[in-house]
Nanobody
Framework: QLRPVESGGGSVQPGGSLRLSCAAPGSTLDNYAVGWFRQVPGKAREGVVCISSSGDSTMYEDSVKGRFTASRDNAKKTVYLQMNNLKVEDTGIYYC??????????????????WGQGTQVTVSS
C-alpha cells in the first residue's frame, strides 16, 4: 500500500526558505502524479502544486507561483517542494499525496488517494 511520508518542515522567518520532501518507504511514487497540499485550522485542505509522474509538467496555485517549485528525483524515489520567499500566510500543515494517474489532472484533494501524515511549516517573525 502506498503511504507517502513528508519531511523538511520547520519554522522560518518571512522571506526564508524550506524544502519539503515526500517519499514512500517500501514503495515508489514513480508512477503517480504527486500533489502538495496545505491545511490551516478551520479551513479545507487546499492544493498548492501538482507534479506529473515524469516531472515534466506542473500545476501551481496562484499564490505560490514564482516562489514554490516542485521537482522529483525518481532515482531517489523522492518528490520535493522548494519554498522560497515564504510568507506568514504559507503557514500550515503540508501534505503530499499521490494521484493514481500520471499526469496532473487537478489539485482538488478529492482526486488524491494516498496521503502522508503531514509536516508543519510555520512562518513568523
Amino acid at each position: 500500500q502506498l503511504r507517502p511520508v513528508e519531511s523538511g518542515g520547520g519554522s522560518v522567518q518571512p522571506g526564508g526558505s524550506l524544502r519539503l520532501s515526500c517519499a514512500a518507504p517500501g514503495s515508489t511514487l514513480d508512477n503517480y502524479a504527486v500533489g502538495w497540499f496545505r491545511q490551516v485550522p478551520g479551513k479545507a485542505r487546499e492544493g498548492v502544486v501538482c507534479i506529473s509522474s515524469s516531472g515534466d509538467s506542473t500545476m501551481y496555485e496562484d499564490s505560490v507561483k514564482g516562489r514554490f517549485t516542485a521537482s522529483r528525483d525518481n532515482a531517489k524515489k523522492t518528490v520535493y517542494l522548494q519554498m522560497n520567499n515564504l510568507k506568514v500566510e504559507d503557514t500550515g500543515i503540508y501534505y503530499c499525496a499521490a494521484d493514481r494517474y500520471k499526469p496532473c489532472r487537478t489539485m482538488d484533494r478529492r482526486a488524491y488517494s494516498a496521503w502522508g501524515q503531514g509536516t508543519q511549516v510555520t512562518v513568523s517573525s
